[in-house]
């Protein structure tokens, strides 16, 4: 890897700590980006080197470009790795690294520009010939909104068309309620993302979250790694995740695979990307939804049932080396299932609960991976996002990877603070989950209020 020897990792928490690992098996060094607020961190005690960027607020530490490429530049860094959210996805922090002769593990900025604008990104893939979810162009205001909405047909999704992570996105059912909705959603994506722009789509009641991993290199390869299964979601915030899906046919996997390299391959796609699909369980019909210019949460679960390490595979392209495998040699092997283990209390509506971890034993044996930055005596900073660990198991099947991830949270110990361990545990032994019959609105509408009478008893 000719090309990088020291990579500075632009994130905190669990991503950093896996982006750790992958440079230290690839003999790389690191140097890894605190605010003040993670100077005891797992990642600060496991890099080469950690250079502190600022205060506890995003704003003015995780979230600064200039302040990154100053660390990077300070340090001696060749490569910036920048995980997931923060800076991920803002192509500012690639054309900085592009000018300051720093390769960028991930996407150009060109590539983050294309398919960040939702509105341009559904123009792109319809082009193409692949499906998107019925809706409009860009609404400038509520009676436009209501207009559109009364043509797509109830109910609509209002959605930022800068937007990411659920935020800015809100649901109509009713026309009445369509000039209520769309100040929300207006008002939500002009403060996360200083964009107000919105669209609308149809919302598909039963609907499944499908997406596609893809990874490709600069020199015109370009190879999905399978399907993974999102449908479980609190307010557009994934919570549960597996691949392979447990309703995805052999007919459905090949066409999300093939859709999701064409648009890769359309866009001269570098590093890795999901593109991400709604499955209309009613009609069998696949949409393109968005796609996502980075590494994933729950990229894990993939890696699981493909055996191909994709943090070191970012490496290795963004060193400008061709992908270590062909189409040819991706094979499904098993079923994985990953957990997000939150620092919140689902008893008190998910409430988030920094503090000091007393006690943390994790859970170990065969087919278990955790994934986490915590350890006993962390304290869990109020700042940022409430994920602390992310427990994958994988089994010859599903029925086997479920059975491993009940014992699994039957044996991860935490105290001090409230995780949603208990909410996981229930979910794992639902009927409906167990099965297979579940949709992106399962948890919302049925699951929560199964949950509060459970804990009511």
Same mark, same amino acid.
């Given at each position: ?35 003040? +607020? *993670?100077?005891?961190?797992? @990642?600060?005690? &496991?890099?080469?080197? #950690?250079?502190?960027? %600022?205060?506890?607020?995003? =704003? ?88 559109? +909405? *009364?043509?797509?047909?109830? @109910?609509?999704? &209002?959605?930022?068309? #800068?937007?990411?992570? %659920?935020?800015?996105?809100? =649901? ?286």
């Amino acid at each position: 890897m000719n090309r990088i020897s020291r990579v500075l990792i632009a994130n905190r928490s669990e991503i950093a700590v896996r982006i750790l690992r992958a440079c230290r098996e690839l003999g790389l060094e690191t140097v890894v980006t605190i605010s003040e +607020a *993670d100077r005891d961190s797992l @990642p600060a005690r &496991l890099a080469d080197r #950690a250079v502190c960027i %600022g205060p506890a607020p995003a =704003t003015e530490s995780y979230l600064k470009v200039a302040t990154i490429i100053t660390a990077a530049l300070g340090t001696g860094a060749d490569a910036i790795h920048p995980g997931y959210g923060f800076l991920a996805e803002q192509p500012e922090l690639p054309e900085a690294c592009a000018e300051h002769g720093i390769a960028f593990i991930g996407p150009t900025a060109e590539n983050i520009r294309t398919m960040g604008d939702k509105l341009w990104a559904r123009k792109l893939v319809k082009e193409l010939g692949i499906p998107v979810i019925p809706g409009s162009e860009l609404v400038s205001d509520f009676n436009e909104a209501r207009k559109v +909405a *009364d043509e797509v047909g109830y @109910p609509v999704l &209002l959605k930022a068309a #800068a937007g990411g992570g %659920g935020k800015g996105m809100k =649901t109509a059912a009713k026309a009445h309620e369509i000039k209520t909705v769309f100040e929300e959603a207006s008002a939500e994506a002009r403060a996360a993302f200083g964009d107000e722009r919105i669209y609308i789509e149809h919302f598909i009641p039963n609907a499944r979250h499908i997406e596609c991993q893809i990874i490709a290199d600069r020199h015109g390869h370009a190879v999905h790694l399978l399907e993974r299964d999102c449908s479980l979601q609190r307010r557009y915030q994934k919570m549960v995740e597996e691949a392979p899906s447990p309703v995805v046919t052999d007919e459905l996997r090949d066409q999300i695979t093939q859709a999701a390299v064409r648009i890769a391959q359309h866009i001269d796609y570098e590093n890795a990307g999901t593109v991400e699909f709604i499955l209309d369980q009613d009609r069998e019909e696949i949409y393109f939804l968005e796609m996502n210019t980075r590494i994933q949460v729950e990229h894990p679960v993939t890696e699981m049932i493909t055996g191909v390490d994709l943090v070191a595979e970012q490496l290795r392209v963004a060193a400008g080396e061709t992908l270590s495998f062909s189409q040819a040699e991706i094979r499904l092997g098993g079923h994985a299932i990953e957990c997000r283990i939150n620092a919140e209390s689902p008893r008190a509506g998910f409430q988030p609960c920094p503090g000091r971890i007393k006690k943390w034993i994790p859970p170990e044996g065969p087919g278990i991976r955790v994934d986490t930055h915590c350890y006993e005596g962390y304290f869990v900073p109020p700042y940022y996002d409430s994920l602390i660990a992310k427990l994958i198991t994988k089994g010859q099947d599903r029925a086997e990877a479920i059975e491993r991830m009940q014992s699994a949270l039957q044996g991860f110990q935490v105290s001090g603070i409230d995780t949603t361990i208990p909410f996981h545990q229930f979910i794992m032994q639902n009927p409906d989950f167990l099965n297979g019959k579940v949709h992106t609105r399962w948890v919302e509408d049925s699951l929560l209020k199964e949950y509060r009478h459970h804990e009511g008893d």
